[in-house]
């Protein structure tokens, strides 16, 4: 099989992805920066089938309008000369000193007021250039001390700035869905929604809970010690797997953002598995930057290797999904002789009766061998390329 990227596949990466220039908190850049219209080249060219960005990886803070006009003509510009995409946007809300105390969970009502207005331009720029998914990822929005700020105002704060955005969109007639990215920490001590599960539980506070669903990332789970793979089966039986940043992330460190699949290969198969066999028909999306000693010539390699690994992993998906032995272990694993399917059809007075009824034999259950080894090491042997 060929590992090309295809349009289908829907690989995106951010202007912010492959244009990260190598700066650290110890350390001054490694690479020149290059313009928006060199990065979708770039893009093009590793094969891509689009690029996200936020409102000043595009057009810096501080453009005049008519630098802003030339920007964005020359962007367009390089969409249409390549073919690509945009099918997410977002907005800098992290970056300017503004935002040191969060966006819309400041203390200070006009940098709340500000980053709403700074979003409602951002959407309006990312509308017209096709975006049809709006990520917000709060990473300012947080706090060192919780002695500064109530986590209860900042989650009213949070909440009263979606939706007045879902408004503005509505308003508006734009075609667009919302994602929140959930992390759980870095740039603030503290980040507000800091798991998947925070993300959809505040989701369904929403005044129009329907226009907002998740981005989940990996780095973002792994930081927190969590199973993304669960977090990302979560969002999707809620209906609410809007967008997915893939990268990778191993546990207990800062957010380090590797190329998909590099460090825990193991947990990629299961999510592209998932992804893959149940349908996802978003954007996979690379949220990820090459190594720091990387030059250009290595970002193409990283940006490559993202989607062969994520092409690579679908292959031993459907390998897995076909091996023989793989299925039998399954199926006499998942055995059932439908004595209780009265109890799928959830409760009635006469399924209760009838269970109550019953004599188990526990210790036949207890005793039940399950050969998960054998099964997971099949796994390894395909992940491996044994078999
Ligand atoms: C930033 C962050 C990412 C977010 C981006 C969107 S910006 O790089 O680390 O996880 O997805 O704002
Ligand atoms: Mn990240
Ligand atoms: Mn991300």
Known sequence: MSYEPKPEHKFTFG????????????????????????????????????????????????ATASEREQILKDFKQALADTGLVVPMATTN????????????????????????????????????VGAKIYVFWGGREGTETDSSKSPLDAIKRYRDAINFLCGYVKDQGYDLKFAMEPKPNEPRSHIFLPTVGDALSFIATLDDPDMVGVNPEV????????????????????????????????????????????????????????????????????????????????????????????????????????DEEVQSLLAEIHADDGSFSYLNSGYSKSAADQLSAVTFDRVALGNRSLPYERLDQLTIDILLGVR
């Open 93 to 128: 809300l992290f970056t300017d000193p503004a935002f040191k105390d969060g966006a819309f969970t400041s203390n200070d009502p006009a940098v709340r007021a500000y980053a709403l207005q700074k979003t409602m331009r951002a959407i309006d720029l990312g509308v017209s």
């Open 15 to 62: 202007l912010w992805t492959v244009g990260n220039i190598g700066r650290d908190p110890f350390g001054e850049p490694t690479r020149s920066a290059m313009s928006p219209v060199q990065l979708v080249h770039l893009l093009a060219e590793v094969g891509a089938w689009g690029v996200n960005f936020h409102d000043n990886d595009l057009i810096p803070i501080d």
């Open 219 to 322: 780095a973002h789970e792994h930081m927190a010690g969590l199973n993304f793979l669960h977090g990302v089966a979560m969002a999707w039986t809620s209906g609410k797997l809007f967008h997915i940043d893939l990268n990778d992330q191993l546990f207990g460190r800062y957010d380090q953002d590797f190329r998909f699949g590099s460090m825990m290969p193991k947990q990629a198969f299961y999510l592209v598995r998932l992804l893959e066999d149940n349908g996802y028909e978003g954007s996979r999306h690379f949220d990820a930057h090459a190594f720091r000693s990387s030059d250009y010539e290595d970002v193409k390699a990283f940006a490559r290797g993202c989607m062969r690994t994520y092409l690579i992993l679908k292959e031993k998906a459907a390998q897995f999904n076909a």
